[in-house]
């Protein structure tokens, strides 16, 4: 199976507001400069490299997204941090107004949404999660940084962002193994029902139960990765 593991950075809108201020509308008839993705980090989990594509030096995201949409199709499933909410509709987003299609259906793995559904940390957010469970964190950035690249073109802050966009990768795929444990199959790597979906590794029979329809089904759990996976009983029966 293949999974992708990626995270996106974006430029915020740039327009013209007559004053600062809380409970202000701006519409959109202010815009002067659309939001748009900096650059995308992305690589193949289990594999080292970390991968990142970013805009060209007219802050024009097409190309980008023409070849991230070549990535995802390489792909049978993904992993992000609010991913399905923000970092694929933005992508999508992106993508339509270029003529690029991403209509295909992809299945996704939102760490976020896992986080919120199977636990109750004090914060969902990746650099919470990540210390929490000890595999690293954030780097450390502010404001700024995006003013230098938007606003003055700025090529060694563009790195920066970069470089900051493959940290959140490279914490984002420990987290997600910390997670997986907890999250759905969504695919199989195999055919054949007595396997692990996850590896296609041998199982052994972890509990037996009868559903309220009356229904027996058999909890599984594979002997080479842990996983656990819940088949109906009939399945173990049938030759």
Known sequence: MKRLIYDIETS????????????LTINYDSIIKERAIICISYKWEGEKRIHNLSWDKNQDDKKLIEDFSKVLKEADEIVAHNGDNFDL??????GIKSGIDLSETIITHDTLKIARQKFRFNSNKLDYLAKYL????????????????????NQKSLKKMIKYCNNDVAILEQVWYKL?????????????????????????????????????????????????????ASILTNK
């Open 12 to 23: 915020p809108n740039v327009g013209f507001i007559w004053q600062p201020g809380y409970n």
């Open 89 to 94: 509709k933005w992508i999508r987003g992106r």
């Open 134 to 153: 000890g595999v690293g964190g954030k780097i450390e950035t502010n404001y700024s940084l995006w003013k230098e690249i938007i606003l003055d073109k």
């Open 180 to 232: 997986k444990p907890y999250a759905s199959h969504k695919t199989s790597v195999t055919t054949d029902r007595k396997k692990c979906p996850e590896c296609g590794g041998s199982t052994e029979v972890s509990k037996l139960r009868t559903r309220a329809s009356g229904v027996k089904v058999v909890q599984l759990q594979c002997k080479d990765c842990g996983k656990y996976n819940t088949i109906p």
